[in-house]
């Protein structure tokens, strides 16, 4: 089965028994019960089928657990601070994870079902009530690291996760061994101290999570922290020594960086109109989060930019249909211009 997944694309692949992530449910329980996933209500709404394999599927006995290097072939933070240009997160760069990890997916589980005939399997990546993280830990795929994130020995933090529940008896792998030692580089680096403590994340806080998850204004407090990132943050994932590992040779060609995701530039993306943005995210997971979302977040990269010259564009917007763009318009006016009151 190794030697297929690869064959398909896949970095890594193992197997976990359907109930060998124990904690995860209880540990996501408190999560929810803290408050720490802000607007992902559906997390909460299918936090019992989340919690274990068996809570989505009763007949599920082992858990195949993938991942799909998306190691970058440059400094994820290279383009940092770059006033007039936006920071996208290496992982939205290139083709769209969810149809490129499925459809492997897809491919691996025909293979399997040709192999075994009679067994009953469904396939994930991502959009479904799935803990992939405890269970590619489980799986012997790496540890989750003190950033909650998985961690790959070989890969780095550059995996996309998928899995397949299967109704097979499968020999477990050897769980992954957390080797994050007394290494805190993540949670120094967070620009809004997103993490409480090790191993915990309030997703509120969370640069990806305001980016991308969040859709009314970003609190004020966060705005200058979010610099130019327009869709996501690598800066905890970055960091992580284990990085100095991964292979970027390794990564899945869909996910090499298109050229206008590399280096956007803000006058562009605050010019962009519905069916613009459609046009230019067609095929990405940039284009989940809408015209809106992303016309805010260039508006705060803007604001944080230094460049007065996007002052026009941002005047327009800040008569723009959507209250969170004129919101976020009428701040970056103001940080550009001082002696302009915000709107």
């Not at 400094?75 to 290496?90: F, H, K, Q, R």
């Not at 969370?206 to 327009?230: Q, W």
């Not at 960086?257 to 530039?265: C, K, S």
Request: with cysteine.
């Amino acid at each position: 089965m190794r030697a297929e997944a690869l064959a398909l694309g896949f970095a890594d692949i193992g197997v976990a028994r359907a109930d060998a992530a124990p904690l995860a449910g209880a540990r996501l329980r408190q999560w929810l019960d803290e408050g720490r996933h802000g607007e992902m209500i559906w997390m909460e709404e299918r936090a019992a089928q989340r919690g274990a394999p068996v809570g989505l599927w009763p007949e599920v006995k082992s858990v195949i657990a993938l991942g799909m290097s998306y190691a970058p072939g440059r400094d994820p933070l290279a383009l940092a601070g770059e006033g007039d240009l936006g920071w996208i997160s290496v992982y939205a760069q290139g083709g769209d994870y969810h149809d490129v990890v499925k459809r492997a997916l897809k491919a691996l589980a025909r293979w399997i079902v040709a192999e075994a005939p009679g067994s009953d399997l469904k396939v994930f990546v991502d959009t479904a009530p799935v803990m992939e993280k405890p269970l590619a830990e489980a799986a012997g795929l790496g540890w989750q690291g003190k950033h909650t994130n998985l961690v790959s020995r070989t890969h780095g933090s550059w995996l996309f996760l998928g899995a397949i529940y299967t109704t097979l008896d499968l020999a477990p792998s050897r769980a992954g061994d957390n080797r994050c030692g007394s290494c805190d580089a993540c949670q120094r680096a967070c620009p809004t101290d997103a993490f409480p403590a090790p191993y915990r994340l309030d997703a509120r806080r969370c640069i990806s999570y305001l980016t991308i998850e969040h859709k009314g204004p970003v609190p004020e407090e966060f705005r200058a922290a979010l610099g130019n990132r327009i869709y996501g943050c690598d800066d905890c994932l970055a960091v992580c020594p284990w990085n100095k590992f991964a292979d970027a040779a390794a990564a899945n060609r869909a996910f090499l960086p298109r050229a206008e995701f590399a280096a956007p530039a803000l006058a562009e993306l605050l010019a962009l109109d519905d069916a613009g943005f459609r046009q230019v995210f067609a095929g990405s997971p940039i284009k989940r989060i809408g015209r809106d979302r992303m016309v805010r977040n260039a508006a705060y990269a803007a604001g944080n930019s230094g460049d007065a010259a996007l002052v026009p564009l941002l005047e327009v917007l800040s008569n723009d249909s959507s209250e969170v763009v004129r919101d976020a318009a009428g701040w970056a006016i103001a940080r550009l211009l001082p002696a302009t009151p915000p709107r």
